[in-house]
Structures are given as structure tokens and as C-alpha cells.
């Protein structure tokens, strides 16, 4: 699989979805093809002609902050030799984050770009930047990390809020 500039190579679109629409249906109703493509690529079968894929343009953007970012985390981690360094320099919202998901985060982090560079395809190493960033801009807003709530083991009542 091979990508070209700003776009992704979606050769065999069938393995990112099992949703398939022919071109057809696509003229009949391209409001329900573009509502497919909101949630993720669809593919449009066509006859005589390669199949076509249609995907969202936020989604189409993906893969390119994906390999952007890849590219960054790459080079810090050739320039400093350690995974946990350079994902702390690329990614310094990291500090927000408890040692425990920082671990997690970097532990994470390097699996998907490894995968994500085997498969030429780095959407799915931005999604798990995307959601390491949220949680960590989440804690920073004041967001009480899960470990840190106390747990009621049974049911009390409270008064209705006015």
C-alpha cells in the first residue's frame, strides 16, 4: 500500500469497511452515501471501473496529521535514542497525565506507529494521539482522573437541585 500526497492510497478500501455501495445507488441517493461517510470510508463498486472510495473530508485529513506527527515522534526518538523522551518532546501535553497513564500513553503510542507504519496508513496513530490529548487537556481542565473518585457502594439520597 503506498500513499500519495495529501491523500491515502484506499486500494483495497473493503479492509477499512465492510460498507460497500454501488455507484448506482450512489446517483439515487447521495444524501445516504454522504451520511455513510461521515462515520468512516464507503466504497462505491463500480461495473466497468475501479471501485471508487468516499470518505469525509475531516476523515481524509487523518492520515496526514497522523504521518505528520509520526515524522516528528521518528526523529526525536533517532535523536535521543529514548521512545519515552521523544514522546514527551513531541507531545509535551504528556505532563498532565499521571505516571501510570503516561506509561500507558507512551507504551501505546509506539505500538500504533509501528503498526500504522507497517500498513503506510497513520490515521489510527493520530486517533490514539487524538484521545492521549483529550484525556490530558481533559485532567489539566480539572477532570478528576478515575482512580481518584470515590465510589458509593450503595445508593444515597441528595436533594433536588433548585
Known sequence: MTASHNSVD?????HLSSRTITFTSL?????HAARLAEDGPVTVTRRSNKDLVLVSAQKYGVPDLGMSAAAQLVAAI????????AVQRVFPWLEFL?????????????????AAAS????GIFQEAVDGWEATAAAIAGGAVPDGDLEWLHSPSA?????
Open 10 to 14: 484506499y486500494a483495497d478500501a473493503r
Open 27 to 31: 446517483q439515487r441517493d447521495p444524501n
Open 78 to 85: 533517532a535523536e535521543l535514542k529514548d521512545v519515552a523522551a
Open 98 to 114: 499521571s505516571d501510570t497513564d503516561r506509561g500507558q500513553c507512551v507504551a501505546e503510542l509506539e505500538r500504533k506507529l509501528l
Open 119 to 122: 500498513m503506510s496508513s497513520y
Open 158 to 162: 441528595v436533594e433536588r437541585p433548585s
